[in-house]
């Protein structure tokens, strides 16, 4: 049965601690100790009286017999052991830290599986914000004249719950630190209980100057909410208002913070729909109320996603505009379906189209027939006028072709075939859009890159990401 590991937060500050090893893992724990404060010292290999006044050892990839040697000096000496991936020879786990200033949070899973607890500390991060390492530089700031303004230790118990459980956190989250302050005294109350101000969480670009009200342009990715960049889910939980579109998934919209607008604009096909002018009014106008306005758009904003349009109408009315990219769906949906976009020797270049655009005069189908790959979004529903056309300007109708059905999404589906029998298999498939189109000899490498999913070019792929 594995040992059951008693949780502390050690002050190392000071104390001498000994590294064991070279390389990169060594230099890795060399640094954690020395932020920690410790006195470190670092030695290539272990000698007899090493441990002598150190207080705690990492041992990092030695040879078996100087493991042991290390761990029979340690329990004479009373010296905590950290073996790297060598858990009988433990007294203690380094755990996965997230820290956000004062806040650490350590994750461990007992030796057994740390890239487990490395994932999580990675999700907990994109939940957790700076906002928390502010809370507690406003909360240590008042700390020491709550307790006298209030002695009896259960009321001032319930003050912090309260605090906590308010909305100061959301409005730090926000970049209103006068406001989170002015909560912090209301709830904390009487007197001079006003917190020391905290570092602002955005970055000038992401704010209105002089506080007045902004659009943002953002790129949702996908639709995998894990593809969302950082800097984006940020702002995202920063805004007063979002307008969305059809395809940013559900799991996107749940990181809007409470009380925020939520307006739908999303363009269905074959509906009457919001017209493009009415959404740059409506992000204007509710930018000229003051408020942060996040326009969220699948995939790019300024990928067939009709973002420059929008930041041109902005400029025009006067209204701060920020652009915040997002991860395409035109490299993105191939890569995670086993497609590479380019490959040395195979694709040298690749061109995304729309299929919106089909007109002889609107796109060169001449020269989209000669590249190497060629990536088309919102095609499926004209699939075969497309396959037909890149044919009758010479691409063979024996060059690779796959349709990728909701990209990155768990009910992903993909279909394999040819330029000459794509659009018949993927209708025979009844794929869903949102889809893409990639055409290519770099097609044929996802048999190699997935190939459990790729029996035969004509079967269709469930892809669970």
């Not at 919001?274 to 306005?293: C, F, H, M, P, Y």
């Not at 009910?411 to 018949?424: A, Q």
Request: include cysteine; charge should be negative; charged fraction near 25%.
């Amino acid at each position: 049965m594995a040992p059951v590991h008693y949780p502390v937060y050690l002050d190392l500050r000071g104390r001498p601690c000994l590294v064991i090893g070279s390389g990169p893992l060594a230099e890795e724990k060399v640094h954690g100790l020395v932020e920690a404060g410790a006195a470190v010292r670092l030695t290539a290999s272990y000698a007899p009286g090493d441990l002598d006044g150190i207080c705690l050892a990492i041992v990092c990839s030695r040879p078996a017999a100087e493991v042991d040697a290390v761990w029979q000096e340690a329990r004479k000496r009373n010296v905590l052991v950290n073996t790297v991936d060598d858990v009988p020879h433990c007294d203690f786990i380094a755990p996965s830290i997230l820290r956000r200033g004062d806040l650490a949070i350590a994750i461990s899973t007992g030796g057994r599986a740390p890239a487990l607890a490395v994932r999580l500390r990675q999700k907990l991060e994109r939940e957790i914000g700076d906002e928390h390492a502010r809370f507690l530089e406003m909360a240590g700031s008042v700390r020491a004249a709550l307790a006298e303004l209030r002695p009896d230790f259960n009321e001032r118990r319930a003050a912090w719950y309260k605090l906590v459980d308010s909305d100061v956190l959301e409005l730090l989250r926000r970049g209103e630190d006068a406001a989170a302050a002015e909560r912090f005294a209301e709830i904390l109350g009487p007197h001079p209980l006003a917190p020391s101000p905290a570092t602002p969480p955005l970055p000038p670009r992401e704010r209105g100057p002089g506080g007045e009200g902004q659009v943002v342009l953002l790129g949702a990715g996908p639709g995998d909410p894990d593809l969302m960049t950082v800097r984006g889910l940020r702002c995202l939980r920063a805004a007063d208002a979002v307008i969305y579109d059809r395809l940013v998934s559900p799991e996107i919209l749940d990181e809007v913070r409470p009380g925020a607008e939520r307006i739908y604009v999303g363009k269905e096909p074959g509906e009457s729909c919001w017209r493009q002018d009415d959404i740059n009014a409506l992000l204007i106008s509710l930018a000229r109320e003051g408020k942060t306005v996040v326009r969220l758009k699948g995939g790019d904003p300024f990928v067939f996603g009709r973002g420059a349009e929008e930041a041109l109408a902005c400029r025009a009315a006067g209204v701060p505009c920020t652009v915040v990219p997002g991860v395409s769906s035109a490299v993105s949906v191939p890569a995670l379906a086993g497609i590479p976009v380019t490959h040395r020797g195979v694709a040298g270049g690749f061109a995304v189209v729309t299929g919106h655009c089909m007109g002889r005069d609107r796109l060169d189908w001449e020269a989209l027939a000669r590249i190497d790959t060629l990536v088309v979004l919102m095609g499926l529903a004209r699939l075969s006028e497309i396959a037909g056309l890149l044919q009758l300007h010479g691409r063979a109708a024996e060059t690779p072709a796959a349709v990728i059905s909701r990209g990155s999404l768990p009910d992903e589906r993909v279909v394999v075939g040819t330029l000459g029998d794509i659009g018949r298999l993927a209708a025979e498939a009844g794929l869903a859009a949102p889809a893409t189109l990639v055409v290519g000899e770099v097609v044929r490498l996802r048999a190699r890159l997935v190939p459990d999913l790729c029996h035969d070019p004509a079967t269709i792929s469930s892809f669970l990401s």
